[in-house]
């Protein structure tokens, strides 16, 4: 199955919506480089901003979901590029041989091919390509140490955005939206549909090579392990399923009222960057007071938290705070 989402080259995709009478919206300013199997990069260019598709898919997705997800958080969210001041926005594709896995180097998105075996090319999923330039966006705002529970939740805020990226370029509600993060990433013959659901944490895969997915969904099943940055990959399912939860409980498009929310307390500016699951669910629930009153928006926030484990006198011991300063490389998955 191939991925899908991404907008198609030449379809007109439902947003941004045409605004009349605006000032022209700020374009991305998009590279995409041929990293040529090799680990150097950024490698040479082999596509611009406002240059026509080349022969080679990897590059023509890469450039088509830099611009959905340019588009995305522009329209949904008035920001523009990663760092809100419009960031050029770099990509290499074909990096290493049989690379399998995508990430965010602090500087720009890196993608593999995939082996074939397990995975195809990382390229395909417009989700991923949200998934990687979320942890730019991440990094220019809240800034969350890649470590313990506030790694599980730069994780997870990747996941989240990049689904929402998918769900806007689709135009769809939440109760038509898959809520999988690497549909169809998976190669032929893996049992399995994703790497990772929002929806159902832990029910992406079965397989006989590549394990069972172990994300837990609610703070009953939370990971204590010192691998994966201390389960940033794993633990993630848990702030996953409660954003799932909200926005299915609100309705409508995901990215309009729950995705609000947590765009407002990802670059609010109070989060702290060692914040643990409770610190981000009372941030959740301040945000949604905030912007919608003590309405249907506060209630579904609190009930999704409450639901997954997570609040007042919930809060696990933060095992956060624990990273120096410095975050780079991180992936899409581990390492
Ligand atoms: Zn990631």
Redesign the pocket.
């Known amino acids: 199955m191939p991925c899908t989402g991404s907008s198609a080259p030449g379809a007109v995709p439902p947003y941004p919506r045409p605004r009349p009478g605006r000032a022209p919206e700020p374009t991305a300013r998009r590279t995409v480089h041929d990293g040529h199997h090799q680990h150097t990069l950024p490698g040479p260019v082999v596509r611009t901003e406002g240059s026509a598709p080349v022969a080679d898919q990897a590059v023509d997705h890469a450039y088509d979901g830099l611009g959905d997800t340019f588009a995305f958080y522009l329209d949904a969210y008035g920001r523009r590029s990663v760092d809100g001041r419009g960031l050029p926005l770099d990509a290499t594709v074909h990096y290493g041989v049989h690379y399998d896995n ?3 180097n602090g500087r720009q998105m890196v993608f593999g091919d995939g082996d074939g075996t397990l995975f195809q090319d990382f390229t395909g999923c417009v989700e991923i390509i949200g ?2 330039l ?2 730019g966006v991440t990094q220019y705002s809240a800034n969350l140490d890649y470590q313990g529970q506030s790694g599980a939740l ?2 997870s805020v ?2 989240v955005f990049g689904s929402l990226v998918k769900q806007y370029a689709l135009g769809q509600t939440a109760d038509r939206a898959d809520w999988l993060i690497g549909a169809g990433l998976l190669a032929p013959g893996v049992q399995g549909v994703a790497l990772r659901s929002l929806k159902a944490p832990g029910t992406a895969y079965h397989d006989a090579r590549l394990g069972t997915d172990p994300q837990p969904a609610t703070m009953a099943g939370y990971l204590d392990t010192e691998a994966d940055n201390g389960g ?2 794993l633990n993630s399912g848990i702030p996953n399923h409660a954003f799932y939860l909200a926005a299915e409980a609100l309705g409508g498009h995901a990215w309009e009222r729950a995705g609000q929310i947590w765009y407002d307390v990802l670059t609010g500016g109070r989060l702290p960057s060692d914040a643990d699951f409770a610190a981000f669910a009372t941030a959740t629930a301040d945000a949604a007071r905030a912007r919608y009153g003590p309405g249907a928006e506060l209630r579904a926030v609190q009930a999704a938290w409450t639901t997954v484990g997570v609040g007042a006198g919930v809060g696990a011991e933060s095992t956060a705070g624990t990273s120096d300063a410095t975050r780079i490389n ?4 581990p390492a």
């Open positions: 995508a990430f965010w998934h990687e979320t942890h730069n994780e990747s996941d940033v990959h991180a992936p899409l998955r």
